[in-house]
């Protein structure tokens, strides 16, 4: 008898603030995260980034407690799907595989292993695709099954995006209305969706289809509230000087204002969960922009979390998968008409990237900072237990 078993996906975030540097370490070690001409070039490059950005990130954290509230809201994710696929008489093991801290994915798929699945559904927590998110954790559970023989038997479905799923839409639409009408005049708010950003490279080189992606999800979501509120679409949290998706969260707000905007309803929407850019760049960051500008009415949707209808729509999306409906890994990572998102000659572009960001010179710095490592036998590397 066969064993199902659901893989979510997610990003994971430091538990406390000595995780934040090796965190991110181990975010800007993804070459989906940043692109160089060369791999020898990643580890040094994401040593050096890591070590400079960590304590601007850790303030951050500092602001939100300590740490990020990721893991233990996916843990509740999980624990409400498996509890409503038990309700459907489904009985499957849900298992979750961060991409940058723990519970590691490559852990996930060792207790997958052990647990003898035979059947899984890949269900990333990321409702639209990007290549910097689902699709590099896509390309790391790729790159771990052509290791290991075990994880090929596994019969797997892979979920490429779900932000178009009637469940999902209307339970973002009722967080919506639902904060809409504590506005004093809810027709009058400005509906304000922020997205993550990424660099417009990966849209109009790498042909990532997350911009797209975003602004479909806005317009159904929108269709779905059917209220007569105005409403913009932003994106947030770049990262380094180069061009990202535009436009950006507080030029937006600041221009809302100047036309007069009194008060804005900002909603998430790149996210599932309540992470570091919600609790911290979106209700103080952005609100004290917003304060600046003379917008003194900001109000921000919650996310999803485990809203019912939300858990719902996801156990109906997991148990769909389970019954073979979606593609394997392989056929999503290398569809014959897409093979722009993952280009072969990536470092063509990445070299691009590379130069316009750290204008070549940061990547020698780099190459400095892990000889003088290793003459030390110190550093996060090391504290890590990456090296
Ligand atoms: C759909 C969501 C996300 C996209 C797209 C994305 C792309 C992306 N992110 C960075 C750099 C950083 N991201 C950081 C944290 C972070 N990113 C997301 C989501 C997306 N990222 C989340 C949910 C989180 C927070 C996790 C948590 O701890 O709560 C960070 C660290 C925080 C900080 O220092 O600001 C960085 C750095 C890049 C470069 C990128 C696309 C190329
Ligand atoms: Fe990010």
């Not at 489904?90 to 003898?116: C, N, S």
């Amino acid at each position: 008898m066969g064993r199902d078993g659901v893989l979510l996906l997610n990003l994971g975030g430091p538990e406390k603030l000595e995780d934040v540097r090796p965190f991110l370490f181990n975010l800007f070690s993804d070459p989906e995260i940043i692109r160089l001409p060369s791999p020898i070039l990643q580890k040094p490059l994401a040593w050096l980034i890591s070590t400079l950005r960590a304590s601007k990130s850790q303030e951050g954290y500092k602001q939100i407690g300590g740490g990020s509230p990721l893991r233990q809201i996916t843990e509740d994710q999980a624990r409400a799907l498996e509890g409503k696929l038990r309700e459907r008489g489904r009985d499957a093991k849900i298992y979750i595989g961060m991409r940058y801290w723990y519970p590691f994915t490559e852990e996930a798929l060792d207790q997958i292993k052990r647990d003898g699945v035979d059947n899984l559904a890949i269900l990333p927590l990321y409702p639209q695709f990007s290549i910097s998110t689902s699709g590099s954790s896509f390309r790391l559970i790729e790159r771990l099954m052509e290791k290991d023989q075990t994880l090929q038997k596994i019969d797997h479905r892979v979920v490429q995006s779900w932000y178009d799923r009637p469940g999902y839409l209307r339970a973002m639409a009722d967080l919506i209305a639902t904060e809409l009408d504590r506005c004093e005049d809810p027709n009058s708010a400005h509906i304000f969706f922020s997205a993550h950003g990424v660099p417009v490279s990966y849209v109009t080189e790498a042909g990532d289809p997350y911009q797209q992606e975003i602004e479909d999800c806005v317009a159904r979501i929108i269709r779905t509230l059917n209220r007569p509120n105005q409403h913009t679409l932003a994106y947030q949290s770049r990262v380094g000087p180069i061009e990202w998706l535009q436009p950006y969260t507080d030029d937006a707000i600041k221009e809302l204002a100047a036309q007069g905007v009194k008060t804005l309803v900002v909603v998430p929407i790149s996210f599932v969960s309540e992470h570091i850019e919600t609790l911290e760049e979106i209700d103080m960051e952005y609100r004290e922009v917003a304060e600046e500008a003379g917008i003194h009415n900001f109000h921000r949707v919650p996310a999803l979390n485990v809203h019912p209808g939300f858990i719902e729509d996801l156990a109906n999306l997991a148990i769909e998968t389970l019954d073979g409906k979606g593609m394997t890994l392989a056929q999503t990572l290398h569809p014959p008409d897409k093979a722009k998102i993952y280009p072969q000659e990536r470092w063509e572009w990445g070299l691009t990237t590379a130069a316009e960001v750290w204008n070549g010179r940061l990547a020698m710095l780099g190459f400095l900072a892990l000889a003088l490592e290793l003459i030390s036998g110190r550093g996060p590397l090391h504290l890590a237990g990456l090296l």
